[in-house]
């Protein structure tokens, strides 16, 4: 890990809603054992493998399946993926032709590999270890462990031994369950057949600098560089609807990443607090909004998805994450005006079968 420490976002919830939150944290398990709220110590050799892993991802083409897992191995999906390093990467549901069903990560403005962003997060965060030699699939690969403070394993990676290219990874909850899991097969080396038509093949909004995310927040904006002591701000962006400007900002611990949306505006009665579909709208004063696919995918794979107002602003969260990292970025943020919001998100919490 590295020297500089991350210091905890502030939370800016009333008292009354901090009691509530207290209470549905004991209940999700979303306190943190005091050993590992701090970042982990030791050599973080594994890194060098995961740096290799981020250069072959920009420079080898390859077609391939790729197998995402939500908690404990549930609610799957399975995508067909065409990686062109000069385009990004483009993906739709195995089985599905029809171009519509395509999106595209773009190479320049996504979170999809083990950029540097997230290279530089997981190494503060972990004790990032070279676990030595597995197969995967039958290919021989490196595999990388990603340790917490007590020594427990939070995430693993497996990186091909011959190309460098990511195989799969595994993030953990603080069970030892799996929350979240991802892996490359049928593995083909080699340009594939790229869409003619595809959603996400042009960046979401224009990249926010320091100067510009300060400016927000001195207008009433709630966009902490930390959001909890182990999500770091990692990529903001903001787009219009109309006349409304929608800011996404990215949070990450290095093995998970949270998206927190965020408009002016109330959430109308026909919106539940929580989407299944990725989709949000508000009423007075805001339109509606897509997140779209560029930072993160999710849907029917577990993904934690969130959607409520609180002093003239509308939130939604959407993360593919251990249900405790969730409900912490959620409990970061201001809280919700509706007095039920917490009983729904454990009930949706309870959906998933992470209660």
């Known amino acids: 890990m590295r020297a500089d ?30 050993a590992t709220s701090v970042p982990a110590e030791g050599e973080d050799h594994g890194m060098t493998v995961l740096e290799r892993a981020s250069e072959a991802h920009g ?4 077609t391939a399946v790729r197998e995402v897992r939500g908690p404990r191995g549930r609610d799957g999906v399975d995508l067909s993926v065409v990686n062109r390093p000069d385009s990004g990467v483009a993906m739709s549901p195995l089985g599905e032709g029809d171009t519509e069903s395509a999106f595209v990560v773009l190479s320049s403005s996504a979170l999809e590999s083990l950029d540097e962003r997230l290279l530089a997060v ?5 004790q990032v270890v070279d676990a030595g030699r597995e197969r995967l699939d039958g290919r021989p690969a490196h595999l990388v462990e990603a340790l917490r403070a007590d020594s427990t394993v939070a995430g693993r990676f ?18 030892g369950d799996e929350a979240f899991s991802s892996h490359l097969t049928d593995l083909d080396l080699g340009e594939g057949a ?18 510009e995310r300060q400016e927000l927040r001195e207008a009433g904006w709630v966009l902490p560089e930390h959001l909890t002591w182990d999500l770091r701000l990692v990529d903001t962006r903001a787009k219009r609807y109309g006349k409304e400007r ?6 990450s611990d290095g093995l998970s990443q949270v998206s927190v949306f965020v408009q002016r505006g109330k959430l109308g009665t026909e919106h539940p607090s929580t989407l299944g579909n990725g989709y949000t709208g508000t009423g007075t004063g805001g339109g509606g909004v897509t997140p779209g696919h560029d930072t993160i995918f999710g849907g029917d794979v577990g993904q934690y998805q969130s959607v409520w107002q609180a002093n003239g602003f509308v939130y939604t969260v959407l ?5 405790d990292l969730a409900s912490s970025a ?9 007095s039920g919001f917490w009983a729904r998100v454990l009930r949706g919490l309870s959906r998933l079968g992470l209660l």
């Open 59 to 62: 420079r080898v083409a390859y």
């Open 122 to 126: 997981l190494e503060e965060t972990y």
């Open 246 to 251: 929608v800011v996404h900002a990215v949070y």
């Open 194 to 211: 790229w869409p003619d038509e595809a959603l996400g093949d042009s960046p979401w909004g224009d990249a926010l600098d320091g100067g």
């Open 158 to 175: 497996w990186v091909d031994a011959e190309t460098h290219l990511l195989l799969g990874h595994v993030v953990y909850d603080r069970a």
């Open 5 to 34: 420490r991350p210091s905890p976002g502030p939370n800016s919830a009333p008292a009354s809603v901090a009691a509530a939150l207290l209470c549905a944290l004991v209940l999700t398990g979303a306190v943190h054992p005091e």
């Open 330 to 338: 959620v409990a970061a943020l201001p809280g919700p005006e509706d």
């Open 319 to 323: 993360a593919d994450a251990p249900a």
